[in-house]
């Protein structure tokens, strides 16, 4: 059992969990950004497909940071669970004007499992052998087809449609991370650090999965139907195999074996450690921020110039340009937006502060329910409804992220 303890008995930094944490960040943006720009090339579609399991990383680690959220008072773990739904509900209107089972709802709904279940006392194998379970039963049944797997059209083989229908039918809620099988990355996570809280600790272990992941790709790249391999690897995503669920989150585990060995790499740490320590600081905030990076970069006012609009495939190296002004202008947001609240710390600090939380989750809820409203009107530009919410998503991730830090000092 975890019991709460004080910042100072908690282990030291993961140095490999913030790399972990950026290159999550990095694959999620650019692959959101590259549907964009790439076009259906073999080598497009496979590096699509790379950057496409940004999502793993991210719900590996946050499972590892579960850890962290069993050790606080109840108090805190309330007042986290609430205020996150919060901010689940309002990404899911920002991307459908409803709750759906998009990126932030499937964490929060993830991290109250892993918190009801510490509270009964329901020993940490018992999620391993739920997770083996749901694996299985999807390998027959699939239980998270997304609908974004019919943006595939006419390649889903006719087999898969039926499935399509179960899957629909048994969630509700639209989006494309579905609690199972995304659920079982969230437990791995956990797992991992629970039993290795420090990446140097015992991490040659981890190596070992490097078989099943290349065990993994060779089933994926044989399977029906007799498609292209970056498309079907795309298909496999969207589908949410067992496959690509097992096969994705070894090859992530090999990546974090590997990022460990940077706690030793001095050179190269004092390098790049500062900028990932400043995204995986703000993670929350910089993941509801790459929305708006993207969404400027891609308007046609600030990249028509550079970017092909007419049908034919953006070159590579204006691919890369555009990549890594998208990384460029999100650290520029977070600083902007950190700067801002800043201020406003310094000027209204104390009454923030005393603020308390269940007010901030009454105005957030009162919030969500006002857009759900607005949302049926004729009268009222969508549009607009869709920022307000990313405006309240993003205050609630700034006063939540202020809270962390005054229980760390």
């Known amino acids: 059992m975890i019991e709460p303890t004080s910042p100072a008995a908690s282990p030291p930094r993961n140095i490999a969990l913030d790399y972990l944490r950026a290159v999550a960040l990095l694959m999620m943006m650019w692959a959101h950004l590259w549907r964009v720009l790439l076009g259906a090339t073999a080598t497009q579609r496979i590096a699509l497909a790379i950057v496409e399991i940004g999502q793993v990383p991210f719900f590996l680690a946050f499972g590892m940071t579960q850890v962290r959220l069993l050790r606080r008072d109840r108090e805190a773990i309330w007042s986290t669970l609430v205020l996150f739904g919060l901010i689940g509900l309002l990404h899911g209107y920002f991307m459908w004007f409803r709750p759906a089972w998009e990126f932030f709802l499937f964490l929060w709904f993830m991290s109250a499992v892993i918190v009801a279940t510490r509270a009964l006392g329901v020993p940490p194998r018992w999620l391993v052998a739920a997770s083996v379970v749901v694996l299985a039963v999807n390998a027959v049944f699939p239980l998270g087809m997304s609908p974004f797997a019919l943006m595939l059209g006419p390649q889903i083989a006719a087999s898969a449609r039926p499935a399509l229908a179960f899957a629909e039918h048994f969630w509700l809620l639209p989006g494309p991370f579905y609690p199972a099988p995304w659920g079982v990355v969230v437990v791995l996570g956990l797992v991992l650090g629970v039993e290795f809280p420090a990446a140097l600790r015992r991490v040659d272990v981890v190596g070992a999965l490097a078989v099943v992941a290349l065990l993994a790709a060779v089933f994926l790249a044989y399977r029906t139907p007799p498609l292209s391999i970056g498309l079907r690897f795309q298909l496999e995503k969207w589908n949410v195999s067992t496959a690509y669920v097992i096969g994705s989150s070894a090859a992530v585990l090999v990546m974090y074996a590997a990022l460990a060995r940077l706690e030793t790499a001095t050179w190269v740490r004092q390098v790049t450690y500062p900028a990932v320590r400043f995204f995986s600081d703000r993670l929350l905030?910089?993941?509801?921020?790459?929305?708006?990076?993207?969404?400027?970069?891609?308007?046609?006012?600030?990249?028509?110039?550079?970017?092909?609009?007419?049908?034919?495939?953006?070159?590579?190296?204006?691919?890369?340009?555009?990549?890594?002004?998208?990384?460029?202008?999100?650290?520029?947001?977070?600083?902007?937006?950190?700067?801002?609240?800043?201020?406003?710390?310094?000027?209204?600090?104390?009454?923030i502060a005393r603020l308390n939380w269940r007010w901030v989750a009454f105005g957030g809820g009162l919030t969500?329910?006002?857009?759900?409203?607005?949302?049926?009107?004729?009268?009222?530009?969508?549009?607009?409804?869709?920022?307000?919410?990313?405006?309240?998503?993003?205050?609630?991730?700034?006063?939540?992220?202020?809270?962390?830090?005054?229980?760390?000092?």
């Not at 970017?307 to 590579?316: A, L």
């Not at 990549?323 to 650290?331: G, H």
């Not at 520029?332 to 710390?345: A, H, K, S």
């Open 285 to 351: 905030e910089a993941t509801i921020l790459h929305y708006l990076a993207g969404r400027i970069l891609l308007d046609p006012r600030v990249s028509g110039w550079l970017i092909v609009r007419d049908g034919h495939d953006t070159s590579w190296p204006v691919t890369l340009v555009v990549s890594i002004a998208n990384v460029i202008l999100l650290a520029i947001l977070v600083w902007l937006v950190d700067r801002l609240w800043g201020l406003t710390l310094r000027r209204s600090g104390k009454t």
């Open 368 to 409: 969500w329910v006002v857009l759900i409203l607005a949302a049926s009107s004729t009268h009222i530009d969508r549009v607009s409804l869709r920022w307000w919410a990313f405006a309240a998503m993003l205050l609630l991730a700034l006063f939540q992220q202020q809270r962390r830090v005054r229980r760390q000092t």
